[in-house]
C-alpha cells in the first residue's frame, strides 16, 4: 500500500509497525494531499491567503474546497494540476507552481516534473 514501509515482511512481537510516509513536508504524485507550510512560489514570489479576494479574485475558498487543506497562504493543489501552487501577492503575477520537496519514496523527482511540465530549464 502507498505511504507504508515496512523493513521486514516477518512481523512479529518485537518488530516497529509500518511507518507511514505523510504529506506533510513533501508530495508525492501531483501533491493534492500535501498539508506543510510552504507559502512561497518558485521565483519566490509570496501566496496570497486562500481567504483573501485581493488581489485576486477566485473561487478556491475554503469554504469550496473544504477539503482541499486551503489554510493560510500555503501551497496547494485544490484542483488536480500537475503540483501545489498558490494564487500571488504581485499584481503581475496572478499564480504559480510552487517548489515543494518530492517525497524520495514516490519515485518522481524534481527534474522529471519540471521536464513534464515543460519548465526544464528551471531546473
Known amino acids: 500500500m502507498r505511504g ?38 518558485w521565483s519566490g514570489k509570496t501566496c496570497q491567503k486562500w481567504s483573501a479576494q485581493m488581489p485576486y479574485r ?9 477539503c482541499g487543506g486551503l489554510e493560510e497562504n500555503y501551497c496547494r493543489n485544490p484542483n488536480n494540476e500537475m503540483k501545489p501552487w498558490c494564487f500571488t501577492t504581485d499584481p503581475k503575477t496572478p499564480w504559480e507552481f510552487c517548489n515543494v520537496p518530492i517525497c524520495e519514496d514516490s519515485g518522481r523527482t524534481e527534474e522529471n516534473s519540471f521536464s513534464f511540465l515543460g519548465l526544464r530549464e528551471m531546473v
Open 4 to 41: 507504508f514501509e515496512e523493513e521486514n515482511s516477518q512481523r512479529d512481537e518485537d518488530s516497529e509497525p509500518p511507518t507511514f510516509v505523510s504529506e506533510l513536508t513533501c508530495i508525492a504524485d501531483r501533491g493534492e494531499k500535501y498539508r506543510g507550510n510552504f507559502s512561497t512560489t
Open 58 to 66: 477566485h473561487d478556491f475558498t475554503p469554504e469550496n474546497y473544504p
